[in-house]
């Protein structure tokens, strides 16, 4: 962890926890070694930060390849650990990038929606948490935030004294099919999507109060 990614998430904790009363439950059931993914639902431009500064260990980040555009904004992101990621269809150098990590033992941050939520709730996964999960073979923590959807909601440029809270839920592994490589087109998209639904059901379950 850098001294930057040390210092940017000390102010994010001070500014988590006084200005939106930020509340962090279960940290302790994140892996203190070795890969895994962190997969939470997304509400917000507040999410990334929130869930980083909520992980003791430094986490890896996937971000839309526009914001990276302007210098300054992209040598944060950088510094941040976030991998630029082209939205538009699947990108299999971002892909690469995420599995490197993990086979070198990082923790890295997904959202299986792939986008923020317009209404707050959860959306279905897409097949990106899916292929990820079978091809990497590292544990899967369930993560869930309440609160960001009204501090920072769509359109807003200001944040609101909301308060927001974070849940960490068992790390699990999914049973992935023996035969995955066998398997092609829509047979093998099915797992995928079966992947991400086991993904979203455990972030589902995840209460703010337990």
Partial sequence: ????????????????????????????????????????????????????????????????????????????????????????????????????????????????????SPTGQLQEARAGIGMMVAKAGVPVVPMRIWGTERALPRGASVPRPARVTVVFGEPFRYPVPADLDRRRGEELKAVYREIGRAVMERIAALEPSK
């Fill in 1 to 116: 962890m850098t001294f930057w990614y040390r210092f940017c998430r000390f102010l994010f904790r001070v500014y988590f926890r006084v200005y939106h009363r930020g509340r962090i439950l279960h940290a302790d059931r994140l892996p203190d070694t070795g890969a895994f993914i962190l997969a939470g639902n997304h509400m917000s431009f507040l999410d990334p930060p929130f869930f980083g500064l909520s992980c003791r260990r430094a986490a890896y980040y996937l971000a839309r390849d526009t914001l990276f555009r302007h210098p300054l904004a992209g040598w944060i992101l950088r510094s941040w650990n976030c991998v630029p990621l082209k939205r538009e269809g699947g990108d299999l150098a971002a892909m690469r990038t995420v599995l490197r990590l993990l086979g070198e033992g990082k923790a890295v941050v997904m959202f299986p929606e792939g986008t923020r």
